[in-house]
């Protein structure tokens, strides 16, 4: 690896503890019974990018797949059609509970150009479970996209409902 991509590593691993530092005390995994509001599994989300300020929708709505699994982990494809589906790779990241129904994740993704790295998008969200325990909404999300020395290059924000995969 180059000094540039050590660079941007430690930049995105700061970003990631100073996220985890800013959610309450809470255990990653939210100890709960069958039933209940509990995030874990894969989940099917319908994301509406949105204007910031106004909080008005953006373009078409497209989905995206989540899993969260146990001990705090995140996993995430998505269907955005800004991007050809050899430009954006899957997301990786954290997830954490905040207490009741209410979760925070933070997740990272490349985005490639002819093979290169163009881009990282870094989406952190609140997520909010639903009294039904097969569903949840995104009621924030932002979304910034860092070029590869870690300038912010753009950012955005979305919502999202999504259904469990069963």
Known sequence: MNATYLNRFAQIALAGMLFLASVPNAPAQQQTSPGSDDLKGTWIATVTQRDCQSGQPLGSPFQSLLTFAEGGTLTESAANPAFFPDERGPGHGVWS??????????????????????????????????????????????VQ??????????????????????
């Open 97 to 142: 509970s905040r207490g009741g129904n209410l979760y925070s994740a933070s997740s990272i993704a490349f985005i490639t150009d002819n093979g290169a790295l163009a881009m990282t998008q870094v989406i952190t969200q609140t997520i909010v479970m639903s009294n039904d325990p097969d569903k949840y909404s995104a009621i924030k999300a932002v």
């Open 145 to 166: 996209f860092f070029d590869p020395t870690g300038k912010l290059l753009r950012s955005g924000c979305a919502t999202a409902v999504a259904q469990r995969f069963n």
